[in-house]
């Protein structure tokens, strides 16, 4: 099979960027202020490029629509394995399936969306190939079959986005950058050390396969699994029970952070305040789900029983992000720290799906790592027009958008309803789902109805804290309204066309995702079935002797 | 869709086409609103398309005309009934236990029996009429202009939600329909949203319903545990039901009906519907007639099967007896709280709460009585059953009916007003916002300058008082009897019974009381004596429902009181039209039974002489000297006149005491809602938000600030020379290994 991944994919938009930006930085001013066009416009169709290839992967060659249900658990489409450094086990190990897949598929959707939102961004020729380079990245850590790739990619995430707050942010930019980058790394440390005992412990089972290596270990991701899942079948816990929960933890810890979940979340709305549009649009579309991408591609593939013993533990951490994080976006004045606290709030449904340890619970996990992929950049995009048109983020500042920014308005409403769950946008299957499988799991398992108490409030406050800042922003005014000081008696402009046709993909695609789910749930679903028949319903049952 | 269509296909002309109904107005909508953002102010556009009026009217006209198809082939044989088709929406999976996976669909797809054909009809009709109602009222006035093509598209879309949920094959699809209708409403309260007042409605509204939906999704939720699935054909099987725990079906069902209570405002969610009247009228005529109101009503209606099913025979009572409760409470408490209104539209609006009330009561009695007899084989209890449920849902349409009717006429007044107040003070703006179109004080004798617009007020009025022989007549004593009937069987019951009769003794008075002081009596100002008539986009709507309202005699003696989907109970039943008709007058009026004999007669008593003697003892008279009215209003305003001068007594004591100060801060409810969010929710929360920073952000500071401290214990070790490194390394490496060595 051809390599469709490793460089298309992954390695053209790093090198690419880089070469770009290595080339115009011995440049002078003028000549880079020329140059801006010319390199946006290629960045712009390099990412449309990688669309259409991803794209075309998603109809599996124009085959049929179901290029990536029902491959068998473990198995990969257009896998590609090269040995890296043979030594040690290390590969550049690269594959698909549909875990990972509508991941790379909503990044380089998210691309040429983010670049046309901030077609405009200061010092372009720096910023736009930044973008690119951070679509490598996140490509990369999605396609990685292979712990120390995983790693490297993950870590590789960071530079872009430090560099997007550092040089693009708002006024408290270096705190909220330092403060990202130390958080989060600090986090995938720990997250490292888990890997290295991972890599360590595990058993060289088949010397022979890995004769190569010095150590007689792999970092390859399929083998682990395959070796997990032999010995977690064949009765004897991969790595000991109580091993297989310390390296869960670790490994937990820095995907937790990452999503991130209460108590290690306060990060987040920092960076998102301080962020440029464009590095908001893909932290909270992307970035966040590397954290959920993590824990369904590692901790939940090798150590279910680590899993099922740390369920009440990860529901409880779901259930305070939920809660927690809607009940503070109530109390928010400014619109972005809203934003990015309604994706704690929002993530927090995906921990929930997770710890129902049910089929449809991680379908409807993995449809809201896509929904909200898709969602909450518009929400941003929304957030960094509001911004860049009246230089205030606090709600109130700015009334009566409906008649002075009618385009504005009807994107804001429509990023608001979305997000709120409104039935046949995008969001809502995965909520209706979590629900369903939340319920049927506390009923089927003898656990508290109570818990379903936390869910249905946060269906009610994210309602009133979207309504509320509706209220404040997009209503009352009218001829009355004075434009807000931050104007200095500027006339109020609408939204230009670059963010127009950014905020109209993304809603196409919101209500695409909406009203026909199955186009990315289908081989969710089939994935999710896949994984649970072949790794927990099995173990579950020989243990716990079912349900 | 991606699955195949399901095998249970019933091919059926007509039915066949039902999802144009829905798709005609969903694909009006980004229609109008690309056509207005583009030609807006465009004189074709404006004038020939009225803002996109025309394009909306196309698409209603198109749904009813197929909607009506389908009626009458559902009529003629009742052979489409049940799933026309289904569609597989999402496909997944559940583990129950077991070696397998059980996988799970959600389907989207058609479904028509009789309360869908009842609802279609309703809401197609109406929704039509409403459309033609809204290019006379949108159009003509200057607020609206080149804005207008931003209500039809949302007034499009709000059909379309409606006539989907009346049409979809399951609870799911039900409560998406639903949802979309949430927006809806939404978008068209705020549609001034340039007045704080409509905003914060807009939000109230949305909010409160929003509380419902929360407790319907989850009764939802809990309905799909009990049955592996939301469909109609599967959750309404008997078979299926059998297998279910009763008290579990009771919880699912009373969740979904907390949902009903906030769509159809009723105690203690019904504090957004009198707000909601910030919206443009037809609006208010939709909300409130046609449909978000009734959406509530029909999730009640739809839950007929459980309650019919004879394994929970006597098990969910209960649950009924609630439904009626709460319908009573909201009758008196709504009809109370619009003794006091002087705003002609919150009357109805509170009018409106109070019908629904009634309709709610209807239902709950019908559920209890198709929950304790045994009506599926006794013959006798199976017609009290069918009549029971029959006079619930004819009232629904009686009540869609009147009202809609009645908040056109309204809007016709309001607007005539308005315009009569812009003409005398066209070079006078400046006192624009002291004016209250809206206000009964500024009415009055407008009977003989709005001839049809009075006309249908006073229909509609008749009909909502259940005057006998007009519109609700026929179908408030069936609720009445009914529920005095299960209170002489469960004296829980009482409560609810008692509460609907001396409902519609309120509702008499707060109708005519509404009806003279705008109609008869002087002008009270200036303004009103200055209103004119109005134009035929209004007029046709209003001269439509008068009709059908007058003509429910016929409607009764067809067969409409016994609502039922079997042969035996159909249209124009082997009675014929004419027998039909004595039947039911008869019943009604020379009933075998003394006690309900007496009954129908003291409820007539309360609601068509005791209630409006009193309210013409207080408002109205005659006309001003030389006014001219048409002939049908004289009598009334004779009659009005020679009470009120006879009669007249001094009211001031009982206006200013504290229950009608209550009644007019709407008991104070709204008060302490507010107060709970303010005090309560935003408190808190404004407490999170400052926990989340000072002390979980803060303890990140902390320890930020720490390891600096510890940074530069640490730098000190930072000596620089390699062998202090290699011994760092040493140890540590040293130290993983054993704890590697000890874990494992």
């Known amino acids: 099979m051809q390599d469709l991944i490793s460089m298309p994919l992954v390695g053209f938009p790093i090198i690419a960027s880089l070469i770009i930006m290595g080339t115009i930085s011995n440049m002078s001013e003028e000549v880079r202020e020329k140059l801006v066009n010319p390199i946006r416009w290629a960045v712009l169709i390099f990412s449309l490029v990688l669309l259409g290839l991803t794209t075309t992967m998603f109809y599996n060659f124009f085959g049929d629509l179901n290029g990536f249900e029902g491959i068998a658990f473990n198995t990969y489409e257009y896998h590609i394995r090269y040995n890296w450094v043979e030594s040690l086990g290390i590969h550049w190990s690269v594959g698909l399936d549909a875990l990972s897949f509508p991941m790379v598929w909503l990044t380089t959707l998210l691309l040429p969306v983010t670049i046309i939102a901030t077609w405009n961004e200061k010092n372009g020729a720096f910023y736009h190939p930044l973008l690119l380079l951070m679509g490598g990245a996140l490509i990369g850590v999605f396609v990685a079959l292979d ?273 709120l769950g409104l039935p046949l946008l995008a969001g809502f299957v995965a909520e209706l789902m979590v629900l369903i499988a939340l319920w049927h799991f506390l009923v089927a398992e003898g656990w508290s109805v109570l818990w379903m108490v936390g869910p249905a409030l946060v269906l009610a406050v994210t309602a009133a804290y979207y309504l509320w800042s509706m209220q404040r922003t997009i209503f009352e005014g009218g001829d009355e309204t004075q434009p807000p000081a931050s104007m200095d008696g500027q006339p109020i402009p609408d939204i230009g066309n670059h963010e127009k046709l950014a905020m109209f993909v993304l809603a196409m695609f919101t209500i695409l995702f909406g009203v026909m789910p199955w186009i990315a749930l289908d081989m969710m679903n089939d994935w999710s079935i896949q994984i649970f028949e072949g790794l927990i319903m099995p173990i579950l049952g020989n243990f716990n002797g079912g349900v | 869709m991606s699955g195949s269509s399901s095998s249970e296909v019933v091919h059926s002309s007509m039915a066949e086409y039902a999802p144009l109904i829905i798709l005609l107005p969903m694909l009006a909508m980004p229609v109008i609103l690309f056509l207005g953002k583009v030609f807006n102010t465009n004189p074709t556009w404006k004038n020939t398309l009225k803002e996109g009026g025309i394009i909306a009217l196309v698409a209603m006209g198109a749904a009813l005309f197929i909607s009506l198809a389908i009626i009458k082939d559902y009529l003629g044989s009742f052979s489409n009934n049940g799933d026309i088709f289904s569609l597989t929406w999402l496909n997944t999976a559940i583990w129950e236990g077991g070696a397998s996976t059980t996988p799970i669909s959600f389907g989207f797809g058609i479904y028509i029996d009789h309360i869908t054909v009842m609802l279609l009809f309703v809401a197609a009709f109406l929704c039509f009429l409403i459309n033609i109602f809204a290019i006379g009222y949108m159009n003509t006035d200057e607020i609206n202009d080149n804005r207008n093509h931003r209500f039809y598209a949302e007034f499009v879309l709000f059909c379309a939600a409606m006539l989907g949920m009346v049409l979809s094959d399951s609870f799911l699809w039900l409560f998406i329909f639903w949802e979309i209708m949430g927006l809806c409403s939404y978008l068209l309260i705020g549609f001034y949203y340039e007045r704080p007042s409509a905003a914060s409605a807009a939000k109230k509204a949305f909010m409160t319903t929003r509380i419902g939906d929360v407790f319907l999704m989850i009764g939802l939720v809990m309905l799909w545990d009990l049955f592996g699935s939301l469909d109609y054909s599967i959750v309404f099987d008997p078979a299926n039901i059998a297998l279910v725990n009763p008290g579990s079906l009771q919880m699912a069902l009373g969740m979904m009906f907390i949902g009903a209570i906030g769509k159809s405002a009723q105690f203690p969610l019904h504090v957004w519907l009198p707000d909601a009247m910030e919206g443009p009228t037809p609006v208010s005529a939709l909300i409130h007639a046609a449909t978000m109101v009734n959406a509530g009503l029909y999730l009640v209606a739809r839950m007929f099967p459980f309650f019919g099913a004879e394994s929970m025979s006597g098990e969910l009572v209960d649950l009924a007896f609630i439904i009626a409760s709460i319908g009573g409470i909201t009758a008196v408490m709504a009809a109370g709280i619009a003794f006091v209104q002087d705003d002609l539209k919150k009357v109805l609006a509170y009018s409106t709460m109070s019908q629904l009330g009634y309709i709610f009561t209807g239902l709950g009695v019908a559920l209890w009585l198709a929950n304790s007899l045994d009506w599926h084989h006794d013959s006798a209890s199976h017609t009290i059953v069918v009549v029971a449920f029959g006079a619930a849902l004819f009232h629904l349409f009686n009540h869609a009916m009147a009202k809609g009717m009645l908040f056109m006429a309204s809007g016709s007044v309001i607007h005539e007003v308005h315009h009569a107040h812009h003409h005398l003070h066209h070079d006078d703006h400046g006192d624009d916002d002291e004016f209250d179109a809206q206000s009964m004080e500024n009415m009055g004798g407008l009977a003989s300058k709005m001839p049809i617009t009075a006309t249908a007020m006073l229909v509609g009025s008749a009909s909502i008082m259940g005057l006998p022989l007009i519109g609700g007549f026929w179908s408030k004593e069936g609720i009445i009897a009914n529920a005095w009937r299960v209170a002489l069987e469960d004296p829980r019951f009482l409560f609810p019974a008692a509460c609907v009769l001396l409902g519609a003794g309120m509702t008499g008075f707060y109708m005519t009381r509404m009806w003279v002081k705008t109609f008869a009596g002087k002008p009270n100002n200036e303004v009103a004596a200055h209103v004119g008539p109005t134009n035929s986009w209004i007029k046709t709507p209003l001269f439509i429902l008068t009709f059908v309202t007058l003509s429910s005699i016929l409607l009764a003696g067809m067969g409409f009181t016994h609502w039922a989907p079997d042969s035996e109970y159909s249209f124009l039943s082997d009675k014929g039209l004419g027998a039909g008709i004595m039947y039911e007058l008869g019943h009604a009026f020379a009933n075998h039974d003394a006690f309900y004999f007496i009954l129908t007669y003291v409820a007539i008593a309360l609601s068509a002489i005791v209630g409006p003697f009193m309210a013409m003892s207080l408002f109205g008279g005659k006309l001003e000297e030389g006014e001219d009215c ?92 390699a062998r202090d490194y290699i011994l760092w390394v040493a140890i540590g490496t040293l130290l993983i290994f054993f704890f590697i060595w000890g874990v494992a």
Not at chain 1, 162 to 188: H, N, V
Not at chain 1, 242 to 269: C, D, E, Y
Not at chain 1, 318 to 327: C, D, E, Q, T
Not at chain 2, 633 to 658: C, E, Q, R
Request: proline share 4%.
């Open chain 1, 147 to 419: 712990l120390f790739m995983f790693y490297v990619f993950w870590e590789l995430t960071l530079i872009p986005m430090f560099f997007l707050i550092l040089k693009w942010g708002g006024e408290d930019r270096k705190y909220a950058a330092q403060k990202f980058f130390i958080y989060t790394f600090t986090a995938s440390v720990v997250m490292l050390l888990g890997l290295v005992t991972l890599y360590f412990l595990q058993n060289p089972l088949e010397p022979l396969a890995h004769s190569g290596t010095m150590t007689g270990r792999t970092f390859d991701i399929s083998s682990i699994v395959s070796h997990a899942h032999q010995a977690n079948m064949g009765g004897n816990w991969f790595l000991g029970a109580s091993m297989q929960k310390i390296i869960f933890a670790m490994l937990m810890l820095g995907f937790l952070v990452k999503l991130p979940a209460v108590p290690f979340h306060t990060w987040l709305p920092d960076a998102h305040v301080q962020a440029p549009t464009g590095g908001s649009m893909l932290l909270a579309g992307v970035m966040l789900k590397m954290g959920a991408y993590g824990m369904f591609r590692l901790p939940i593939a090798l150590f279910p029983h680590a899993l099922e013993y740390f369920q009440l533990v990860l529901m409880a951490i779901g259930m305070v992000s939920l809660v927690w994080g809607s009940i503070v976006c109530l109390g928010q004045t400014n619109l972005k720290k809203m934003v990015a606290y309604s994706s704690v709030s929002h993530m927090g449904v995906i921990c929930i799906g997770i710890a129902t340890m049910q089929p449809m619970g991680w379908a409807a996990a993995l449809f809201m790592m896509f929904a909200h992929g898709i969602i909450s950049p518009h929400l941003f995009a929304v957030c960094g027009a509001f911004k860049h048109h009246y230089h205030s983020m606090e709600i109130g500042s700015m009334r009566g958008m409906a008649k002075h920014s009618p385009w504005l308005a009807t994107s804001m409403m429509f990023a608001w309803m979305a997000s």
């Open chain 2, 630 to 721: 048409k002939p049908w209003f004289k009598p009334v305003i004779a009659l009005n006149n020679w009470v009120y001068n006879k009669y007249h007594w001094d009211n001031s004591g009982i206006a200013t005491s504290g229950l009608a100060v209550a009644l007019q801060n709407r008991l104070y409810i709204d008060k302490y809602y507010d107060l709970a969010m303010v005090k309560i929710v935003a408190g808190f929360s404004n407490k999170a938000a400052e926990v989340d920073t000072k002390i979980i952000d803060g303890a990140v500071k902390q320890i930020e600030d720490k390891s600096q401290k510890i940074s530069t214990i640490v730098r000190s070790l930072t000596t620089g020379s």
